[in-house]
């Protein structure tokens, strides 16, 4: 969903989101439901569900995170476990480096490969329900018969052949089934208009960086309330040790390190619950936030307007500290007027649409996109390290540009000109503004001279 290269503010919930939900699964009743003939783990979706929003390494990351939920599970002694748990323990395996091997090595190949497969089928128009609940189905079965041709290497002893999941599809097909089903119905949810509409009004909402001081002290008030609950968990470790000494509670001198160790679990458990919940009441302020946001954006274009850019690019110039620079860029379209005159008024506004939502689409992020008037536009950044992308992303956005189709027997290229400015602390927007102008018109002068001689304008 986010590009590596253009994390913003939401890319961040997201990750926080998903790896929160995995380590709650984990370390509850929901992530392994156990039923009378299989065991149903709920835990990969999470890591798929990274893997197919964020990407192929964000997907590893969810496995990693997978590896030491299952590690610290497996090391936690319970008179119901099984010798297989006990092979994913380092502490109980007598077998160290193997069980972290067997713990990690599976799970980081499924986020891996599945964010490379789907990234494939974000490719592809055609197909991509079926597509994805191919590719998932394929990963979950490589994962599953990774995990037991790792055991019969690693643990030869365990009695584990490679073939085992196959030869019982009937109880391993189950479960990835259910899985691949739970994560094909998160991918329609994502889908619907519903979602994809909430969606764009939070990041409306986010966008606007006034909103950040309520967001943060909202954050402080819960970071306060969680430590008031750690207090609580600290003090019932105290009862615990005394119950175990007391009533000679699971004799033996691990019982202690038991009792604790499962408090530690429930405590990061209910640390995941508190982030949830941070996040979750973020973004509905955030979603709130969008109506008084598009009360200051240009109906027609969906860019936010004159107004509501100027007072956000001030604002930031009088917090920026030394050292610190923001970018301003400006555009028009080039003939514009004679689009209008040739191609009329329709065609002319879906020019000025696209371009609002190519440059949306490439500047994700934090990125604001004005409209400053007419077909004049404007791209605001407060991340400086983009300067080293900005080359990139202004030709890819004169690729999708130059695709738009005009009417007309003719071919005909559509072009615009661009000009960068970069903000600094103590100057004021009409400064940054005239020095983005000036050199959109010396771009726009080398353009016509170099680049209208070989394209056929409009």
Same mark, same amino acid.
């Given at each position: 969903?986010?590009?590596?290269?253009?994390?913003?503010?939401?890319?961040?919930?997201?990750?926080?989101?998903?790896?929160?939900?995995?380590?709650?699964?984990?370390?509850?009743?929901?992530?392994?439901?156990?039923?009378?003939?299989?065991?149903?783990?709920?835990?990969?979706?999470?890591?798929?569900?990274?893997?197919?929003?964020?990407?192929?390494?964000?997907?590893?990351?969810?496995?990693?995170?997978?590896?030491?939920?299952?590690?610290?599970?497996?090391?936690?002694?319970?008179?119901?476990?099984?010798?297989?748990?006990?092979?994913?323990?380092?502490?109980?395996?007598?077998?160290?480096?193997?069980?972290?091997?067997?713990?990690?090595?599976?799970?980081?190949?499924?986020?891996?490969?599945?964010?490379?497969?789907?990234?494939?089928?974000?490719?592809?128009?055609?197909?991509?329900?079926?597509?994805?609940?191919?590719?998932?189905?394929?990963?979950?079965?490589?994962?599953?018969?990774?995990?037991?041709?790792?055991?019969?290497?690693?643990?030869?002893?365990?009695?584990?052949?490679?073939?085992?999941?196959?030869?019982?599809?009937?109880?391993?097909?189950?479960?990835?089934?259910?899985?691949?089903?739970?994560?094909?119905?998160?991918?329609?949810?994502?889908?619907?208009?519903?979602?994809?509409?909430?969606?764009?009004?939070?990041?409306?909402?986010?966008?606007?960086?006034?909103?950040?001081?309520?967001?943060?002290?909202?954050?402080?008030?819960?970071?306060?309330?969680?430590?008031?609950?750690?207090?609580?968990?600290?003090?019932?470790?105290?009862?615990?040790?005394?119950?175990?000494?007391?009533?000679?509670?699971?004799?033996?001198?691990?019982?202690?390190?038991?009792?604790?160790?499962?408090?530690?679990?429930?405590?990061?458990?209910?640390?995941?619950?508190?982030?949830?919940?941070?996040?979750?009441?973020?973004?509905?302020?955030?979603?709130?936030?969008?109506?008084?946001?598009?009360?200051?954006?240009?109906?027609?274009?969906?860019?936010? !307007?004159? /107004?509501?850019?100027?007072?956000?690019?001030? &604002?930031? %110039?009088? @917090? =920026?500290? #030394?050292?610190?620079?923001?970018? $301003?860029?400006?555009?028009?379209?080039?003939?514009?007027?004679?689009? !209008?005159? /040739?191609?009329?008024?329709?065609?002319?506004? &879906?020019? %000025?649409? @696209? =371009?609002? #939502?190519?440059?949306?689409?490439? $500047?994700?992020?934090?990125?604001?996109?004005?409209?400053?008037?007419?077909?004049?536009?404007?791209?605001?950044?407060?991340?400086?390290?983009?300067?080293?992308? =900005?080359?990139?992303?202004?030709?890819?956005?004169?690729?999708?540009?130059?695709?738009?189709?005009?009417?007309?027997?003719?071919?005909?290229?559509?072009?615009?000109?661009?000009?960068?400015?970069?903000?600094?602390?103590?100057?004021?927007?009409?400064?940054?503004?005239?020095?983005?102008?000036?050199?959109?018109?010396?771009?726009?002068?080398?353009?016509?001279?170099?680049?209208?001689?070989?394209?056929?304008?409009?």
């Amino acid at each position: 969903m986010v590009e590596k290269e253009r994390k913003g503010l939401l890319y961040y919930y997201e990750c926080a989101a998903l790896i929160a939900i995995e380590i709650m699964l984990a370390f509850s009743a929901w992530g392994y439901v156990k039923l009378e003939y299989v065991s149903i783990t709920f835990v990969p979706v999470v890591v798929l569900a990274m893997a197919y929003l964020l990407g192929p390494w964000e997907g590893l990351w969810g496995g990693v995170i997978f590896g030491i939920t299952g590690m610290w599970k497996a090391s936690v002694v319970t008179m119901q476990d099984a010798y297989a748990n006990i092979l994913f323990s380092p502490f109980r395996s007598g077998k160290s480096m193997q069980s972290v091997l067997l713990c990690f090595v599976p799970h980081i190949v499924l986020g891996l490969l599945a964010g490379i497969l789907y990234a494939q089928v974000k490719k592809s128009k055609k197909s991509q329900p079926l597509l994805i609940a191919i590719s998932t189905i394929v990963v979950l079965i490589l994962h599953t018969v990774l995990v037991f041709a790792l055991m019969q290497g690693l643990f030869p002893e365990a009695g584990a052949v490679w073939w085992t999941p196959l030869l019982h599809w009937h109880i391993t097909g189950m479960d990835i089934e259910i899985v691949s089903a739970v994560l094909l119905a998160l991918y329609f949810l994502w889908q619907s208009a519903g979602v994809k509409d909430k969606i764009t009004k939070i990041r409306e909402g986010v966008q606007a960086n006034k909103y950040t001081k309520v967001v943060y002290w909202q954050w402080s008030a819960l970071i306060v309330v969680a430590a008031c609950g750690l207090s609580v968990c600290w003090d019932l470790k105290d009862g615990i040790n005394g119950i175990v000494q007391s009533y000679d509670i699971m004799p033996g001198e691990t019982s202690t390190d038991v009792m604790h160790a499962l408090l530690i679990q429930f405590m990061v458990a209910q640390l995941a619950i508190f982030v949830l919940i941070g996040i979750m009441q973020s973004l509905i302020y955030y979603y709130y936030a969008s109506a008084e946001v598009r009360s200051r954006m240009d109906m027609m274009t969906g860019a936010f !307007n004159r /107004t509501m850019l100027i007072s956000t690019i001030e &604002h930031d %110039l009088k @917090s =920026l500290k #030394r050292g610190q620079k923001v970018m $301003f860029i400006m555009m028009d379209v080039d003939y514009f007027k004679q689009i !209008n005159d /040739t191609y009329g008024h329709d065609f002319g506004d &879906h020019v %000025l649409i @696209s =371009l609002v #939502r190519i440059l949306q689409r490439n $500047f994700a992020g934090d990125a604001m996109v004005g409209r400053m008037g007419g077909d004049e536009f404007s791209v605001y950044c407060r991340h400086a390290e983009i300067e080293r992308r =900005l080359p990139n992303i202004m030709e890819q956005v004169m690729r999708e540009f130059d695709q738009i189709v005009v009417p007309g027997d003719r071919i005909r290229v559509l072009n615009f000109s661009y000009g960068v400015s970069w903000g600094e602390p103590g100057m004021h927007f009409e400064e940054l503004y005239k020095k983005a102008d000036k050199d959109l018109y010396e771009h726009k002068h080398i353009r016509r001279q170099y680049v209208d001689n070989s394209k056929g304008n409009v």
